[in-house]
């Protein structure tokens, strides 16, 4: 018989399930901190996922990529698919919300000096996994064919062109045969998911490798996994995250049922009139100094100064206070950014296409 997950009682339907399939396998040494909150995050952006799959099955039943029907088959979702408005706005928020436990779960991570050796390659994996869920935000938004999804359009071509030969399949010039909307939700709907669970069981295999990381104590270092081996079950854990997950379904909702996911009127390709989703904010005034240039540098340096974090906090030391100087620049980072995003946030929507 497949061997029993740490502390678990050899009984009836778990018994019958792991002796066929192996799950026990699967089951990581679990500290009693990795039991708390924060250290959830990443678990609950999962719960995110597996929500965003479910609905966009859905939603793709009644959704047509070409652009002379796209915007009219949103309509049809929101008024006549059964639930459909319900399940958009579902499918919407829980978008949102993935992107913000994504992003709590970095600073997580980056606060308790869980990316220090031997994690460096799953703090990278990590941000790929930033990278791809922004991705799938930016497809989802041209899908609805609005206003605000042409001219998001217009920059994901605009941006293609600036990166030149690499840039191609962003632009209209890749193909005649098929609309460039048609290729982005197929982006959406397979290339991303693909490189999404790739991804995630990649990580998923690295922190089953390394374990958790220690408890971010004033005396705590990073290194190979110590004593730190599992003093909780690993099925508490798992059920403390579905519990967690409902949770999320639970906000997602509520949030669906008070604040339906909003459309605008069709496109009209040449006006500049909408302002870019929250999360990219903080790019959008980069724009107005450096044109649609802005958007690709801030991303790059964004992304860059993420991916120097374990390359630049090479001290051994675990606790945010043996590690000042990392946290107070990370700190500025955040402040940095949240600052740039409430000022787009604030100010009137510009030109900023070359077009
Ligand atoms: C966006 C999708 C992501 C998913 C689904 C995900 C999932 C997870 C899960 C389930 C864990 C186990 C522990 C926990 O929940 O904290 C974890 C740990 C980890 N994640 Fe993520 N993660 C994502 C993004 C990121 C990002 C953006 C980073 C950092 C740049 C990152 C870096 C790490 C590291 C280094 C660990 C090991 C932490 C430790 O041992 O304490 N992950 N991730």
Not at 117 to 137: A, C, D, K, M
Not at 308 to 313: G, Q, R, S, Y
């Amino acid at each position: 018989m497949a061997a029993q997950p740490e502390g678990q009682s050899n009984t009836g339907f778990w018994r019958v399930l792991d002796e066929r399939l192996g799950l026990s396998g699967l089951a990581y040494p679990v500290p009693e901190h990795a039991n708390t909150l924060p250290y959830f995050l990443g678990g609950i952006t999962l719960a995110g996922f597996v929500i965003l799959v479910a609905t966009g099955v859905l939603l793709a039943q009644f959704y047509h990529p070409h652009p002379a029907n796209a915007h009219d088959s949103v309509i049809y979702i929101v008024t006549e698919a059964p639930f459909g408005d319900f399940i958009r706005s579902l499918h919407f928020w829980a978008a949102n919300l993935v992107v913000i436990t994504a992003v709590l779960h970095l600073i997580r991570v980056f606060v308790s000096g869980s990316f220090k050796r031997p994690r460096e390659v799953n703090w990278l994996v990590g941000l790929s996994l930033l990278g791809l869920t922004l991705g799938f935000v930016f497809t989802g938004t041209v899908l609805k064919w609005d206003q605000e999804s042409v001219e998001a359009l217009a920059h994901n071509r605009e941006i293609g062109e600036l990166l030149g030969s690499f840039g191609t399949w962003f632009t209209n010039e890749f193909t005649r045969s098929v609309p460039l909307l048609t290729r982005l939700y197929l982006g959406h709907v397979s290339l991303l998911p693909v490189l999404l669970i790739l991804l995630v069981l990649f990580h998923l295999y690295l922190i089953k490798l390394h374990g958790i990381s220690p408890k971010a104590t004033v005396d705590a270092t990073s290194g190979p996994p110590t004593a730190e081996k599992g003093s909780s079950r690993f099925i508490t854990h798992l059920r403390r995250l579905i519990g967690y997950g409902f949770l999320l379904l639970s906000v997602d909702g509520a949030l669906a049922l008070l604040l339906p996911a909003p459309l605008g009127q069709a496109g009209v390709p040449g006006a500049e009139v909408t302002k870019p989703p929250w999360m990219f904010l903080p790019l959008y005034p980069l724009e107005d100094v450096l044109g649609i240039r802005g958007l690709l540098l801030g991303s790059i340096v964004l992304f860059g100064l993420l991916a120097l974090v374990p390359f630049v906090d090479r001290s051994r030391w675990l606790s945010p206070r043996r590690r000042r100087w990392i946290i107070i620049a990370g700190g500025i980072l955040l402040v940095l950014l949240i600052i740039l995003a409430v000022f787009a946030w604030l100010s009137r929507p510009a030109a900023h296409l070359m077009e």
